[in-house]
């Protein structure tokens, strides 16, 4: 396939099981809720009410996600996304973390389960202020 001249009918066969492959993968990546936080200096906040019970990424500048949750308590729970293994984005599943890349998994406190990372996910700095959570990323991995 070049640039300018229509794709043929051998082209278009080739390239339909790639796309096929490729929008597989969405309903696994459409399924992780994702917030935006309002910045600050040195980090965000989030409305304490937009975090639902499974946890939530949140959207950070010039870094990775950091995964959000609030514990049976209430306090916020903050971890880096970054698998310490070899540096991919974790996923949620269920009530644990897991590397889609070589499959280390975490629990929702970042603790190791399964390797081959030996090292838990980085804290990241969360405290409750009125009705947010707030984010300070002073240290944290990017």
Request: net charge positive; aromatic share 4%.
């Amino acid at each position: 396939m070049s640039a300018g001249r229509p794709i043929g009918r051998g082209d278009f066969l080739r390239v339909i099981p790639m796309a096929a492959v490729a929008l597989g993968a969405l309903p696994g990546c459409a399924s992780t809720p994702y917030l935006s936080m309002r910045p600050t200096p040195g980090g965000g906040r989030v409305p304490r009410s937009a975090i639902p019970p499974e946890g939530v990424f949140v959207r950070v500048p010039d870094t990775r996600p950091v995964f959000l949750r609030l514990d049976p308590a209430g306090r916020p729970v903050a971890l880096s996304s970054r698998c310490t293994h070899r540096g991919c984005q974790v996923e949620p599943e269920g009530s644990r973390l897991v590397c889609p890349c070589h499959g280390s998994v975490y629990d929702l406190e970042g603790r190791v389960l399964e390797g081959p990372a030996e090292r838990p996910l980085a804290a990241v700095s969360a405290r409750i202020d009125g009705d947010d959570v707030v984010l300070e990323f002073q240290g944290v991995e990017r």
